[in-house]
């Protein structure tokens, strides 16, 4: 990957362009609704894998174990380490 700077110093760097996927992510404690971005041609699995130890998840839905709404919020960041699984929201059956 090429780096560039600006005449200011600022670092451009290749875009690295993903689509949104809908998903319900189960950690230790609650689920959690939301949007994760995936890069084309590759699974939910592959982006897990190469994440850092953090997902990022934006439009969040904290959901309790009663599923009551116990937090929303724009942009959220996980620890992989707490995530038992994740289920893009295409996949459930009707």
């Known amino acids: 990957m090429v780096t560039h700077?600006?005449?200011?110093?600022?670092?451009?760097?290749?875009v690295v362009s993903k689509?949104?996927?809908q998903v319900i992510i189960q950690t230790v404690q609650?689920?959690?609704?939301?949007?994760?971005?995936v890069r084309p041609?590759?699974?939910?699995k592959d982006e897990l894998n190469v994440s850092d130890r953090f997902?990022?998840?934006?439009?969040?839905?904290i959901v309790g174990s009663q599923?009551?709404?116990?937090y929303q919020t724009g942009f959220l960041v996980v620890n992989t380490s707490h995530i038992?699984?994740?289920l893009p929201e295409?996949?459930?059956a009707a």
């Open 5 to 14: 700077y600006d005449e200011k110093g600022k670092i451009f760097t290749q």
């Open 19 to 21: 689509h949104p996927v």
């Open 30 to 37: 609650n689920k959690i609704r939301g949007t994760i971005y």
């Open 41 to 44: 041609d590759w699974r939910v």
């Open 55 to 61: 997902l990022a998840v934006t439009n969040a839905v």
């Open 67 to 70: 599923n009551e709404e116990l």
């Open 84 to 86: 038992i699984w994740v």
């Open 90 to 92: 295409e996949e459930l």
